[in-house]
């Protein structure tokens, strides 16, 4: 410490001692500087130069790199995009085999299903001709449904339909029983023409016969001949099938047919009864309303003008009608001024025309109502047909019946009362608004003689 103290203040002595030995040292330390500097930027272009070489050599070998793998993997990527397609043409080629076979497959069920259809229509056929056998009286050992490929049986069914159906098609005259309209049974002869039709030949019985099932045949009461049988033509009752039997149309009544549409049918037609009561009822009223004299409004003036408004008011006390009510009433008014005699008037129409317009909005409820009840009734008669259906099938159309008048004869019993009733509603509304409007007139005729 000491000796740095020692040495420093030496050397400033020195400094100031001798001024240009300082600036010397001065000059030799700036040049050796530059000197270093120079060096230093010597080496650094040195160590840039080999930096520069070195990324430049290496520049080239990653362009060499760049094009052996761009060589490379181009034809590793031109030979998948040929694997690739090839793939395609190989999907190509499967799809289109796939729906061939999908096609050839179809082809073979719907061949399955034609020769499966073609087995039932052969095994139904053969049964029918088995059915057609017995009814002609004839019988044959085809029984079993596997036996439907023994073509020596089928030939003989079909054989012996033939002889059946030409024995069958004959006009064949033989002695026979059937029986009368009242079920007495009558032994006659019975001319047979073909399967279609029968004619029953006995004494004081003669006429059309009609299967009555079992194999029986009794005589149709409307083709029924008291008397012997002389005529040239007669009319032939046609069958379809002689062992179902046939049951004569009943003749349809009013009541009958309201019964076939139920309880619902009964509803309507007492509703509409009630609105042909209205209608009725309210005609009456009209026309008793609207029957006066033509010239009533001149009398009354000229009983005015000349005996004054009490003659008038006896006058048209022995009227009935709404017109001379309201002209009565105007003149136990007589005395007030024009505009009051106004507020009467319209006072006494208002209440003439509620007398007017009685019934008439029953009568359009009831016209709105009719075929609401009759869609009401159309539902219930499906449910009812949906009923049967469920329970015992469509084999019988006869089951159905019953469901489906209903449905039908509810709507058109609705239509039937609805129709008029809404018509003759809309007359009488117009006949009542004509007779108020004639009514106001006469009015206000007689209230510009009183107020003059």
Known sequence: MKFGVITLGIFSALIFMNPGTVHA?????????????????????????????????????????????????????????????????????????????????????????????????????????????KNLGLKDSWTQKEEIVNFEKMDRLLRNSLVGLNRANQVIKSKSSYFDENGKEINGEVLRIGRVASFGLAT????????????????????????????????????????????????????STIQAGGSIAWVIVLLGLLGLFFIVARYLMLRKASHEEADLVSKVEARLVDDGHESAKEFLAKKTTPTARVLNYCLEKVGIDRESMEDVINESLLQEGQKLDRFSTVILVFAAIAPLLGLLGTVTGMISTFDIITEFGTGDPKLLSSGISEALITTELGLIVAIPTLLLGHLLSAWSKKIKESTEAAALKICQVICR
């Open 204 to 255: 004081g019985k003669t006429g059309n016969l009609a299967p009555a099932g079992e194999g029986e045949y009794k005589l149709i009461s409307q083709f029924a001949v008291e008397k012997e049988l002389k005529a040239e033509t007669l009319p032939i009752f046609l069958y379809q099938d002689g062992q179902k039997a046939f049951e004569e149309k009943s003749e349809k009544t009013v009541l």
């Open 25 to 133: 040292s001065s000059q030799s330390e700036t040049s050796v500087k530059a000197e270093t500097d120079a060096n230093k930027k010597s080496q650094l272009e040195k160590a840039f130069m080999r930096e520069f070489a070195f990324l430049k050599s290496q520049k080239r070998i990653l362009e060499k790199r760049k094009t052996q793998a761009s060589g490379f993997y181009g034809q590793q990527i031109k030979k998948i995009k040929g694997q690739i397609r090839q793939l395609e043409k190989t999907l190509i080629a499967v799809s289109a085999e796939t729906e061939e076979l999908n096609q050839n497959l179809q082809m073979a069920q719907r061949s399955v299903e034609s020769v499966d259809d073609r087995v039932n229509l052969l095994e139904n056929t053969m049964t029918q001709v088995q059915t057609s056998l």
